[in-house]
């Protein structure tokens, strides 16, 4: 079986995609799944990178391929290919287009963690950036907490972006995070774009870009938050803020598990740094397999 990016838009829905997430970083923390650490291959003189994700869930097997190039303007950053095979036997299950799977899962997860780690009474989103994560942030977020104001800030498509999704367009990332009781960081920026002393209390960030050695955040971002992240080990050796950060406090995963609490009180700032899991991109194709296997 062969689904295309349009056979697997038709399969995925947010929704569903969000607890999905929930039981895939609950089962990576307990150990229960099988994964090493992605390998990263520079393509160095076209500023890219091409990357391997196998992960074992126990009920899925399967790996994604995936080109990240972040300068590219006329094409998406991101280009995936996603395999799937019979636990059993090895036998091929499926090729999926892995794309939007990726854009998917990346912004369920942050909504787990917005579950976990926001206030329950968030009601001021804040997104620095207009790429797909910013679109798909917009529409998962949504849909764990009940925002009464929407603010967007990037360098070039923020107006388009807000007029496209009923929002408002910011005119500088620190009027669009000022005030904001959630926000994200959806860029892929080689350098800070967030600043401590912009936040308010009892805020919390989901921060997607600043792959190593590259932040997002600025030192005070990092001083003010407690840092959660979905893979200790990854963020240490791939993140960029963690890694300045130098502290974890807990996986997403463990806090779902009920390992380690979440939000501890109304005022303290959170931070949950995402880099994406191989497990996140074999749970959601596993999803989407299952459903066509349905419609067949």
């Known amino acids: 079986m062969n689904l295309d990016e349009t056979a697997v ?21 307990s150990g229960k799944v099988v994964q090493p ?23 899925a097997l399967g790996t994604k391929l995936v080109a990240f190039y ?34 998917v899962r990346t912004a369920a997860v942050s909504a787990v963690a917005t579950e976990y780690l926001a206030r329950s009474d968030a009601s001021a989103l804040a997104i620095i950036g207009s790429g797909v994560q910013a679109r798909s942030h917009l529409e998962a977020l949504r849909l764990v907490r009940d925002f ?47 600043c401590g002393e912009w936040l308010s209390p009892g805020s919390h960030i989901n921060a997607i870009g600043g792959l190593a050695p590259w932040r997002e955040l600025d030192d005070e971002v990092l001083r003010r938050a407690r840092i959660y992240v979905d893979s200790r080990e990854a963020a240490m050796k791939e993140s960029g803020d963690v890694i300045a950060a130098g502290a974890i406090f807990a996986e997403i995963g463990e806090v779902v598990a009920g390992m380690k609490p979440g939000r501890q009180s109304a005022e303290e700032v959170t931070l949950f740094k995402s880099l994406g899991l191989a497990v996140e991109d074999v749970a959601a194709a596993d999803l989407v397999y299952r459903k066509a296997l349905q419609q067949r």
Do not use: C
């Open 70 to 103: 972040p300068h590219n303007t006329e094409v998406p950053t991101h280009h995936a290919t996603i395999l799937l095979f019979k636990p059993e036997t090895g036998e091929p299950l499926t090729t999926m287009d892995g794309r939007l799977i990726t854009e």
């Open 148 to 194: 009464q104001e929407v603010r967007v800030w990037s360098p070039r498509r923020a107006k388009a972006f807000a007029e496209e999704h009923g929002v408002i367009a910011a005119a500088s990332a620190e009027e669009a995070v000022r005030g904001a009781d959630v926000v994200v960081t959806a860029t892929t920026s080689q350098a800070p774009v967030l």
């Open 9 to 29: 838009s038709h399969l995925l829905r947010m929704e569903e995609v969000i607890p999905a997430m929930r039981r895939a970083l609950a089962d990576f923390s």
């Open 37 to 59: 650490t992605r390998v990263m291959v520079p393509v160095a003189e076209h500023q890219g990178f091409l990357g391997l994700m196998p992960a074992y869930t126990g009920a």
